[in-house]
């Protein structure tokens, strides 16, 4: 089993629509949490990241994290086409340490 | 700012090759991780280099292996390469030293082909 699960997708929604993207993990000392965001022939880039259980919002996307059930989410508002992208979840134990452990990333198309 | 440059973008390799990749990090970052992204899965941490001293490994073999500079720049070298490394390799580097809120920044990686 993975350390971190993630529905590799592809996931096709409509424009305008609310995404809504999750993982599950299994090392409850996991207590980082981040979402990056992967275009084609790119490398990831920081979307958002939360410490411990709880929500942040930035913009129209909203990060849950819910470490008694081990589940994080990750929401996007009002999608746009700029949304197409491979969505990864990260996490880490401990943030002075850059180890981060990925999802397989979820494949995300936002259909105009 | 400067962010995290790699090179070079694209190689092509033989089995049993050896191979250089190199990364500048983003400007005051003192922390560079190397990770490995094969097609359709999620990047692989191979190690961290902090203030030139490795700083942590993945579950990678030691034919993999590192350098960081006085710069921070780095460098990632594996050696007799196997078609199994064909992959992604991302750099990332952050402002590390513990205690830090610092998330890791990402190059647009190197694609190599092991043929």
């Known amino acids: 089993q993975k350390e971190v699960e993630q529905d590799p997708g592809p996931l096709s929604v409509p424009e305008g629509a609310i995404v809504s993207l999750n993982c599950t993990y299994s090392?409850?000392?996991?207590?980082?949490f981040m979402w990056y965001r992967q275009y084609s022939r790119k490398g990831p880039e920081l979307l958002m990241y939360t410490y411990s259980s709880g929500n942040k919002e930035d913009g129209r996307f909203t990060a849950q994290v819910d470490k008694s059930s081990k589940y994080i989410s990750l929401f996007i508002r009002d999608s746009q086409p700029s949304d197409s992208a491979t969505y990864l979840c990260a996490m880490t134990t401990n943030f002075g340490n850059e180890k981060l452990t990925f999802g397989t990333g979820t494949r995300l198309t936002i259909i105009p | 700012e400067t962010g995290v440059t790699q090179s070079p973008t694209h190689l092509i390799k033989t089995r049993g090759q050896q191979v250089t990749l190199r990364c500048s990090s983003q400007s005051g970052h003192n922390t560079v991780s190397w990770y490995q992204q094969a097609l359709g899965q999620g990047p692989q941490f191979i190690f961290q280099y902090y203030r030139e001293e490795e700083n942590g490994r993945g579950n990678f073999p030691p034919r993999f292996s590192g350098l960081q500079f006085p710069n921070y720049s780095s460098e990632l070298n594996v050696n007799a390469l196997e078609l199994d490394d064909s992959a992604l390799y991302l750099c990332?580097?952050?402002?590390?030293?513990?205690?830090?809120?610092?998330?890791?920044?990402f190059g647009n990686g190197t694609r190599l082909t092991v043929t």
């Open positions: 990332a580097s952050s402002l590390g030293g513990g205690g830090y809120n610092s998330p890791l920044h």
């Open positions: 090392n409850s000392a996991f207590q980082y």
